[in-house]
């Protein structure tokens, strides 16, 4: 399996891209504004997109997504309770800014609803929706079981969760999402977050500070 990824934009996002192989169809995860470098990942591995998943509707990890899908021609999915967020990018930066900084900032005009617990088939593998409120109410993991993998977005970090204190942000929910959903999987799987390094669960079952939220 190939994960490639690259890190953009001002926030640092990380943007994920997996394939079996090279020539094939590959699935996105997330798009930072300004994804050209993403376009330019996919061409240089001979590779098709035909989803790109969104973990969540803040502008870090979805402003770029209409770019991306018109480059691309990829379907884009994210979770309904996250349109207050998907539908204004614009908002979200005058509030985390206090200005919208230049450059593109497109919610895609088509979107696909994810559903929490259906699983996706795409690009050959089975991609699981695991919806994680918390960090916003529709953020969603996204889980590849027999990769190992777990694409958490904003919800776990190497050391570190998301932040709660945005709009439709709870610490409450946030830390249940983590008790039933998250700390569930296997030690050994793979944690691909949306920011930072990558961890596994079992490393931050022992060493999260924020461990006893779920402990
Ligand atoms: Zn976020
Ligand atoms: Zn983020």
Redo the contacts with the bound molecule.
């Keep these: 399996m190939l994960v490639l990824s690259r890190t953009l934009w001002l926030a640092q996002t990380n943007s994920y891209v997996l394939a079996s192989e090279t020539g094939g169809p590959a699935v996105i995860v997330d798009a930072p504004p300004d994804p050209a470098p993403l376009v330019d990942l996919l061409t240089a591995n001979d590779l098709t997109a035909v989803a790109l998943l969104l973990t ?1 509707g ?1 502008v ?2 979805m402003g770029g997504s209409g770019e991306l899908a018109g480059d691309t021609g990829a379907r884009v999915y994210v979770h309904p309770d996250d349109d207050f967020l998907t539908e204004n990018p614009e908002q979200q930066l005058r509030m985390l800014f206090g200005m919208v900084p230049p450059g593109k900032y497109h919610a895609p005009a088509d979107r696909i609803d994810l559903i929490d617990g259906e699983t996706l088939q795409l690009a050959g593998f089975d991609i699981d929706v695991v919806q994680t409120p918390g ?2 109410p529709g953020h969603c993991c996204f889980r590849i079981a027999a990769e190992g993998i777990l694409l958490s ?2 919800q776990l970090f190497a050391g570190s969760i ?1 932040r709660t204190d945005l709009p439709g942000g709870s610490l409450e929910a946030l830390a249940e999402s983590m008790r039933k959903r998250v700390m569930t999987l296997p030690d050994d799987t793979r944690v691909l977050p ?1 920011h930072g390094p990558e961890t596994t669960i079992g490393q931050e079952r022992l060493t999260n500070p924020f461990r006893e939220l779920w402990g």
């Design positions: 969540h803040h870090d990890h960090h916003t977005g904003d998301g949306g």
